[in-house]
């Protein structure tokens, strides 16, 4: 959508044009009945005469309005004086048409209001154009600073995520070394280094697209099943050409896959699968079997708190959960 002083300048002619029809509207209608006192030639010049006022006062509005844009807007005083200038030279050009015997009213009232109307007509809306311009300037302002407000939470809330993944993954490093299996921890340091890559990356990111998200579960789902030897284990079905449509804030799933980890039991009688289906409503749901722990997690909770947080952030939407004493369910509307 154009500003108002773009619109105009746009426009400017038709915008002059309209101007100067209800400047000289007086003269517009008087016409018809000055044409009936004078005959022959006289007809030809008042005719003439009155083309000629008509284009003064629209060349003289068009610049006007031009100088107005440009200027942000002049003063009154500046159209006062340009006016009246103009005002002198026609005065001038038409006291020397009357001379050949042509009726023009150089000194008359009327003209004289025209050129007040036409002072204040432009005034006015250079006005109008600098306040539009203000008031665009600071929606513009209000915006970066919400925008810069908005980064700055999301960044505080995603950074919280990093140290306890962190602590977690050095003790599966740990594990997968004493146990000397060198192939193995390889492959594991390669995955994990890919995970803590696109964390670190995340924090010049705010949305990403699904397959983004899915392909850094890939590395993340590779961690798991060895942490846990194969006792957790992941189920994606999300169609291939969706995953490029569909966008959420980044990080959206390592709050909830940690979430079933620090939950659960997952050991040879509770095997974990975290199931992480796209729905109808374009919703990507994830949901786990609900195996609790024995004594209660160490945690404080802030994993899927932060996750609705970012989500209102990013997205002004609200993620669902839904719990029974089976299946534990989070849905993460997409857009």
């Not at 500046?78 to 020397?96: D, N, P, Q, T, V």
């Not at 209000?142 to 003790?171: K, T, V, W, Y």
Request: glycine share 4%.
């Amino acid at each position: 959508m154009d500003s108002f002083d773009t619109y105009i300048a746009r426009r400017l002619p038709l915008v002059s044009l309209i101007s100067t029809v209800f400047i000289i509207y007086p003269n517009i209608a008087c016409i018809p009945w000055e044409l009936k006192y004078v005959e022959g030639t006289g007809v030809t010049g008042l005719l003439s005469f009155f083309v000629y006022r008509f284009l003064f006062f629209w060349g003289l509005i068009s610049l006007l309005i031009r100088y107005n844009l440009k200027k942000m807007p002049a003063t009154l005083f500046k159209h006062f004086l340009f006016s009246f200038i103009a005002y002198l030279l026609y005065a001038s050009i038409s006291y020397g048409v009357s001379s050949l015997g042509i009726h023009t009213d150089a000194l008359g009232s009327i003209l004289i209001f025209q050129f007040f109307v036409t002072c204040f007509l432009c005034t006015f809306i250079g006005y109008i154009s600098m306040l539009y311009s203000r008031q665009r300037e600071k929606e513009s302002e209000i915006e970066r600073l919400r925008f810069e407000n908005l980064q700055s939470r999301c960044d505080a809330l995603a950074n919280q995520i990093n140290p306890h993944f962190f602590f977690n993954s050095l003790n599966g490093i740990s594990s997968l070394i004493r146990k000397k299996d060198d192939e193995k921890t390889l492959m594991y340091v390669h995955q994990l280094s890919d995970i803590f890559r696109y964390i670190l990356q995340s924090d010049r990111k705010g949305l990403v697209s699904l397959r983004e998200e899915l392909e850094f579960m890939l590395s993340f789902q590779y961690v798991m099943e060895v942490r846990f030897a194969n006792k957790l284990t992941f189920s994606v079905r999300v169609e291939e050409e969706r995953k490029d449509l569909l966008m959420l804030p980044v990080l959206s799933l390592l709050p909830l896959v940690d979430n079933v980890v620090v939950h659960n039991r997952i050991d040879s009688e509770h095997k974990m699968e975290i199931s992480i289906v796209l729905n109808e409503q374009d919703e990507l749901v994830v949901s786990n079997p609900v195996y609790p722990k024995l004594s209660a997690p160490d945690t404080n909770g802030t994993g899927l708190a932060n996750l609705e947080n970012r989500f209102t952030l990013l997205m002004n939407k609200q993620i669902r959960i839904e719990s029974t004493e089976e299946t534990f369910r989070v849905c993460l509307p997409l857009k």
